[in-house]
C-alpha cells in the first residue's frame, strides 16, 4: 500500500508561482510513473504533467512551457513548478503514482489563482 500526500498548494495572484509536492510513503516497492492531474469546479479530473522512473516526462498542452515536473526517486517525491499561473490554473491538484501497476492517488492540494 502507498500513501500519497501534497503540499504547496495556496493562493496566488496571476503570473505568480507556486510548487507543489508529493511524497509517497508506504511499502513501496517501486514507483514506476508519477505526475499530476487537476479537477476543477464542475469539471472532470485532467491530466497536467507526468514523469516515469527513467525521467521522461509528458505535459498538457495547457501548461508546457509554464510547469515544470521533477522528482527524487531517493526521497521518493514527486513535484510541481507552476509559473505565470492563470486563473483558468485554479483546480485541485491530484498527485498520482503507479507501483506494481496499481495506482494510487493523493487527497489533493488546491490551487487557486486569482486574476
Known amino acids: 500500500q502507498v500513501q500519497l500526500v501534497e503540499s504547496g498548494g495556496g493562493l496566488v495572484q496571476t503570473g505568480g508561482s507556486l510548487r507543489l509536492s508529493c511524497a509517497a510513503s508506504g511499502t513501496i516497492f517501486r514507483l514506476n510513473t508519477m505526475g499530476w492531474y487537476r479537477q476543477a469546479p464542475g469539471k472532470q479530473r485532467e491530466f497536467v504533467a507526468t514523469?516515469?522512473?527513467?525521467?521522461?516526462?509528458n505535459y498538457a498542452d495547457s501548461v508546457k512551457g509554464r510547469f515544470t515536473i521533477s522528482r527524487d526517486n531517493g526521497k521518493n517525491t514527486v513535484y510541481l513548478q507552476m509559473h505565470s499561473l492563470k486563473p483558468e490554473d485554479t483546480a485541485v491538484y491530484y498527485c498520482?503514482?503507479?507501483?506494481?501497476?496499481?495506482?494510487?492517488w493523493g487527497q489533493g492540494t488546491q490551487v487557486t489563482v486569482s486574476s
Open positions: 514523469m516515469r522512473n527513467g525521467g521522461f516526462s
Open positions: 498520482t503514482a503507479e507501483s506494481g501497476s496499481i495506482g494510487y
